[in-house]
């Protein structure tokens, strides 16, 4: 009798034994990181999901897949993740209408790498009634296509320009050469100087490696910000200021070309822009402002 109920207990503690092990070999993976973006730069230490798995940067990368490049080191599996999602940013331009605005676009001035530049500087587009960001998108979007036929043109054309942008008299001199310093980007960044400016203010050097505005659509589409949000130009405030404060359409184009087009400088242009805007704010549902021209 007292081995029978030695037996039952034995099978007993073995049942619970297998019910105490069991849920080690099922186990909840850990959670997943953000899911990896292709448009996303990621510093050493940076960590993103992908495939089901964890994967942490171990050098500055963007638009390298985990598991195709040494760049990223597998931490294991997780509970998620995915491939390129997107950026959910709350832009007040979507997709579809992006794609509306820029048919034809270059394949190199993605939605996604406009979305990820857009922590740079958070105001943008995101100041004031609904109906001012739309309008101050709208701007942005038309003198950006105006400049650059509308996003087809990455670099310069003139190559015969790319000498004259380097300005030796700054201390700082010209470090990618002489001819290093054309316009790039989605409002033709240029000049020694401004690389400088936009490098410093976005924490990346442009002085140095110039050709990075045009080899990564997110850092092409910060330049464009960083001269929207920041440079008065040739005008007297920044374009983000003229769209917010109610100076309107025609303080951007002043900010950007001066008297090169307003005060009769060149007609046709400012009725380029003006039409791309007048464009952009119909796809966006909304209305243009007053003090359209310059």
Not at 16 to 42: G, H, I, Q
Not at 122 to 133: H, I, M, R, W
Not at 247 to 264: H, K, M, V, W
Not at 266 to 286: E, W
Request: hydrophobic share 35%.
């Amino acid at each position: 009798m007292i081995r029978r109920i030695m037996g039952l207990l034995a099978a007993l503690g073995a049942v619970v034994a297998m019910v105490v092990v069991l849920p080690a070999t099922t186990a909840a993976a850990a959670d997943c990181a953000a899911p990896w973006n292709s448009s996303s730069v990621y510093t050493g230490g940076g960590s993103a999901s992908y495939n089901g798995h964890n994967w942490t940067a171990k050098w500055w990368t963007q638009n390298e897949t985990p598991g195709s490049s040494d760049v990223w080191a597998d931490q294991g599996s997780c509970g998620g993740g995915g491939t390129d999602p997107g950026t959910p940013s709350g832009f007040v331009v979507s997709e579809a209408q992006f794609n509306q605005m820029f048919p034809n676009r270059n394949p190199f001035y993605t939605y996604s790498g406009l979305t990820a530049a857009l922590s740079a500087y958070p105001g943008f587009a995101n100041t004031g009634s609904d109906t001012v960001k739309r309008q101050e998108a709208a701007a942005f979007l038309a003198n950006v296509s105006h400049e650059t036929g509308g996003l087809v043109y990455v670099v310069e054309q003139n190559t015969s320009n790319y000498p004259h942008y380097c300005d030796s008299s700054q201390p700082y001199g010209c470090p990618a050469g002489q001819s290093a310093y054309y316009g790039r980007g989605p409002i033709q960044l240029s000049w020694n100087f401004n690389y400088k400016a936009a490098g410093d203010a976005l924490g990346i050097d442009l002085l140095g490696n110039p050709y990075l505005v045009e080899q990564n659509a997110s850092v092409a589409w910060k330049t464009g910000l960083w001269y929207w949000n920041t440079q008065n130009g040739p005008g007297t405030m920044t374009a983000h200021n003229a769209m917010v404060n109610g100076a309107g359409f025609g303080e951007t184009i002043r900010s950007i070309n001066g008297s090169l087009e307003c005060n009769g400088g060149n007609p046709a242009q400012v009725q380029s822009r003006i039409d791309r805007y007048q464009a952009f704010v119909s796809i966006l549902g909304t209305t243009p402002g007053s003090n359209l021209s310059c």
